[in-house]
């Protein structure tokens, strides 16, 4: 079994991400995320808006609509441009992206296809009662659009001043002709996106600090720096608007390296172009503000993280995932489940601890099949209550990564913690 089939067997089997409609057979390109997905999901989450809007003062959040009027979509150039290679296998006539695959059809081998036609990715849908092209909408394939087109209000209704940013976590849709690689590329996905307005000039330097504080943020979440670069892309396979776009590439187990996360300069096409299609003045002080765009997906970014802290060793899996992004910090339990004191003990440790970190609760099995239970979940710590606990009230901590144990005071457990968490 390779890498990457152990990674989606350990996320079903422990509730991290199940495949999407499973019951009636699937439906490619959706996952649904389980339990301990929901929350790695939402962990990583926190840590991006903590890094790129809690922390600063120059930059504002955001939550716009999944739809907009169709109109933000022709302005942003999505109708006529928004197009991927479609290519048809004319053996077993898999409809297939061209630039996604080599010289021969994944599905039957053959290499004849016939002549590419470009397709549009957005989904449609329709507004209202009836479904003709005046009610056609499209369900968004980004959130940046959504930036762009509340530009006046942000500044109308907020003390922001250039350079600021405004900041969107939000779902987006694509109709990818061809899925794959688990979370790597999906039809439905939730989006982590910064546009960043600065002045004209000034938006070299801005792209070169946003390019070093996105990796510089991936590092500091534990991944492997022998894994993770940052690739600036030639002029002729970026967008025609682009002023400069550099990509953060991971070294993925199942394509080598290749994205992760894109920063782009996107100079200042988006603000001129709803200024031109909507006939408001989206300029600032005299001059339309370039834009630099740090922009991940939570899937894409979730699929980095579990590769990279997946680990085997002895007979036990090991998900080492930075604390701040395990969705369990401690779990705490019994040393033996059937002693009713030290259940009771173990219990009142359990619900001390629950009220400030999230904490798991185990008394299942033995106390190794424990331990293994949440080192391949990534629960950095296990609390157990045995019998020298019922004589001084101090417990058995173990580290996940080093397997190695103290003895901690009860009462001193929130203050270990929150030292280990900083």
């Known amino acids: 079994m390779d890498l990457m089939d152990k990674i989606v067997s350990l996320c079903k089997r422990r509730g991290f991400v199940y495949p999407g409609s499973e019951i009636y057979g699937g439906l490619n390109g959706t996952w649904d995320l389980g339990p301990l997905g929901t929350t790695l999901a939402r962990n990583i989450k926190h840590e991006w808006w903590k890094s790129v809007v809690t922390l600063r003062e120059n930059v504002v959040g955001l939550n716009s609509s999944i739809l907009h009027h169709p109109k933000v979509w ?115 996905f939730e989006m982590m996106e910064l546009e960043f307005f600065v002045k004209p000039g000034t938006d070299d330097e801005w792209f070169e600090t946003w390019k070093q504080e996105r990796l ?19 002029k002729e396979v970026i967008a025609h608007y682009s002023k400069g776009t550099s990509e953060i590439w991971y070294d993925w187990p199942f394509m080598g390296w290749g994205e992760l996360e894109g920063i782009a300069n996107r100079g200042d096409y988006d603000l001129t172009q709803h200024s031109k299609h909507s006939g408001n003045d989206l300029s600032y002080e005299g001059f339309v503000p370039y834009v630099i765009e740090p922009s991940v997906g939570v899937g894409r970014a ?26 369990y910090k401690v779990a705490v339990f019994p040393l033996v489940s059937n002693k009713e004191d030290l259940v009771q003990k173990a219990r009142k440790v359990y619900l001390e601890l629950k009220d400030n970190l999230p904490t798991a609760w185990d008394d299942r099995g033995n106390i190794g099949k424990r331990y293994y239970a949440q080192d391949e979940i990534g629960t950095p710590w296990c609390v157990t209550v045995d019998y020298q606990t019922l004589k001084d009230d101090t417990v058995t901590v173990r580290d996940r990564d080093t397997t190695k144990q103290e003895r901690v005071a009860i009462s001193q457990l929130d203050s270990y913690f929150a030292k280990k968490l900083k």
Not at 216 to 234: A, E, F
């Open 302 to 327: 979730m699929l980095a993280f579990l590769v990279d802290s997946y680990s085997e060793g002895g007979d036990r899996v090991v998900l080492r995932l930075h604390p701040k992004l395990a969705p």
């Open 216 to 234: 510089n943020w991936y590092l500091s979440l534990g991944v492997n720096k022998d894994k993770i670069k940052l690739i600036d892309l030639p």
């Open 74 to 188: 022709e302005a942003s150039g999505h109708v006529a441009s928004f197009t991927a290679p479609l290519i048809e296998c004319k053996n077993c006539h898999t409809r297939l992206r061209a630039d996604h695959i080599r010289d021969k059809c994944p599905e039957c081998g053959k290499s004849d296809f016939t002549a590419p036609r470009q397709f549009n990715e957005m989904f449609k849908t329709h507004i209202g009662p009836t479904e003709d092209t005046a009610t056609e909408l499209y369900l968004r394939p980004e959130t940046a659009q959504g930036i762009f087109i509340n530009f006046l209000n942000v500044i109308n209704s907020t003390r922001v001043t250039i350079p600021f940013g405004i900041a969107q976590i939000g779902k987006g849709f694509r109709n990818e002709i061809t899925t794959g690689n688990f979370l790597f590329r999906v039809r439905e």
